[in-house]
């Protein structure tokens, strides 16, 4: 690879300022490796949508996918009314570039505090799926505003769709030490679109017989979390339970502040995108005190897919020192002050 | 009242024996108030569908409407395939009765072991609706089995649903301390169901001007159940994500086997079922080694809603003081030993 042609969404609240940090990260890395990096600005977000009333064109998503990756900040601003800007920005992103695979990895870092007394090791994937289920915008409302309003929401699983995810979150487990799949969903409720994703997972699993795996309903699993995360190694779930325990797996490693995540075209259909699992943070935007771990995390998934391996390993290994440096400092009774540019300068001084 | 004519449902797996303690005290409170308590057991479960093919008739459902309330142990056997006895059972049961609300409190006592590192004080209600959402069955698939696929399940929320729930969230939050509802839904997802959501809280709300409102995605209560649980006082929520968070409030408050729920009819026109919120743990029934503690808890929330609220006291008192003591033998090196039997007889001996 000589050039890195990389499409940028800085986004709405913290998502340029982390955004920034996460390029310098590229810039150094990919710099001392000869590699050229080609940074385009797309503007898209609240900003946009105020001034044009555009949230995602057709040319926009033209443009998008003539590069090799697209890194996003985050998007979200409370000037929007709900849901414009999270289903006509980031959810028409995912669906229009075949992002099936949305792969958020949770590991805690040694010594960084986790609101877990007893957390144990963490470090497991969530491969949740990126385009079906209720996230399709299948739904609808009638009588809206009387006494007989009905609204419904359509949660649609196609087997073409459940089957890939899960055929790639069995290819994800043969590199892990663990080799381990759990299912969850809620398929004692949920009977049609379980039924799919169970036999699915029996289907696929039967022709990966070193891989282990195990079901969990949704609602034991978020207890699984909070008491014995160390079981887990892989999880491949739907859309919106994905959405659930991937927050809640944030939190128990140390908050989605630290949480990376890559929308994932596994087949480079279309350029993938990677993103931080935290959102926009209006409140504290342009303050310089938003954490970048996980927009720099990000990159590492970056990294990855565009076959940068030993790059990527560079910036996890600087994030690493990063976080123990800053558990020792906490150890020592001198917190770490997170700033923004403070926490680019020292992962930047570590690479 | 003179008589409390209950229906028993023991059910699955540890159901029977952690109804048996829950029975005990029932009888005991009431006995010592001179008020009659009519038992009345109900074959309903696994072992009753593997003889008969029978989940619960419509005879079944008219005996059970002649009850004052309706307590029940646990339902769900590995023997039965998944969705059965869940949905022709334990949802049909909720759904006829009208169940519309699923309270579901989260407290946890002093000196219980919370997997939290800084649980700080938990003190909250779950108001989860009961017969709406994706619990309707309205889903299907076609083409199974095959690579055409398509399995789809239907959220159903209706004003009329809606609306009764968020009324009860809001008069049961001016019975409490802190006065405050924190509404959890995805409206920037599922954008109708999320609209009349919010509209209705909205709407209600301002008839209650002395109870503050919040709101939370989800995915973000779930982080806060785990990084804040004290901020909440009152969460309203629908029949899926209510399922999703009591579980995880269960896990932070020192497990299901503590947690107690109550399907309410709150009009009176169907009686209300009472039921500890885990589930049937077939791999240690029949041991005597579940914890009763949940079950009995349920019957203070029966107890309170048939009108013994002096009884229900009574019990409260009685399990807190039992969950001290747990506390203080743990403190002491020594910790309690659960046996089914024996947190019965304890919490008798107390009351
Ligand atoms: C902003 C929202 C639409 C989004 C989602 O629900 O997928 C976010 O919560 C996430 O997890 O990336
Ligand atoms: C057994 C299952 C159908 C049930 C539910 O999902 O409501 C259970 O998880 C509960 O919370 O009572």
Not at 209 to 236: G, K
């Amino acid at each position: 690879m000589a050039e890195l042609n990389l499409a940028v969404i800085g986004g709405d609240g913290i998502g340029p300022e982390v955004t920034e940090q996460a390029l310098r990260v590229l810039r150094k890395v990919l710099g001392s490796r000869v590699i050229t990096l080609t940074e385009t600005e797309y503007d898209l977000g609240a900003r946009r949508w105020h001034k044009t009333g555009e949230t995602l064109t057709d040319a926009d998503i033209d443009a998008l996918r003539d590069h090799d990756a697209i890194l996003l900040g985050a998007i979200g601003d409370p000037s929007v009314p709900s849901g414009i800007l999270e289903r006509e920005l980031l959810l028409r992103l995912r669906f229009s570039l075949d992002h099936y695979v949305n792969l958020r990895p949770s590991i805690l870092y040694p010594g960084v505090p986790s609101p877990l007394a007893n957390p144990d090791e963490i470090d497991f994937v969530v491969v949740r799926e990126g385009t079906e289920g209720l996230y399709c915008g299948n739904g609808g409302a009638v009588r809206v505003g009387t006494e007989h309003e009905i609204a419904t929401e359509v949660s649609v699983n196609t087997a073409f769709g459940v089957r890939r995810l899960v055929r790639y979150a069995f290819e994800l487990a043969m590199t892990r030490e663990h080799k381990h799949v759990t299912l969850v969903h809620k398929h004692n409720v949920l009977v049609h679109a379980g039924h799919l994703w169970r036999r699915t997972v029996e289907e696929i699993g039967a022709e990966y017989p070193e891989v282990t795996t195990d079901y969990l309903h949704i609602d034991a699993a978020t207890i699984f979390l909070v008491t014995e995360p160390s079981r887990f190694d892989v999880i491949v779930t739907d859309n919106l339970f994905g959405d659930i325990i991937t927050d809640e797996a944030g939190a128990i490693t140390g908050g989605v502040g630290l949480a990376a995540s890559a929308n994932l075209n596994p087949d480079g259909a279309a350029p993938s995108m990677f993103e931080p699992v935290h959102g926009s943070a209006p409140d504290i935007a342009g303050e310089n005190v938003a954490d970048p771990i996980a927009a720099i995390a990000s990159t590492v998934l970056l990294l990855r897919y565009v076959g940068q391996a030993e790059a990527a390993e560079d910036v996890q290994r600087a994030i690493s020192a990063h976080m123990t440096m800053r558990a020792e400092a906490a150890a020592a009774g001198d917190p770490y002050r997170v700033t923004t540019t403070g926490v680019g300068d020292d992962v930047l001084s570590v690479l």
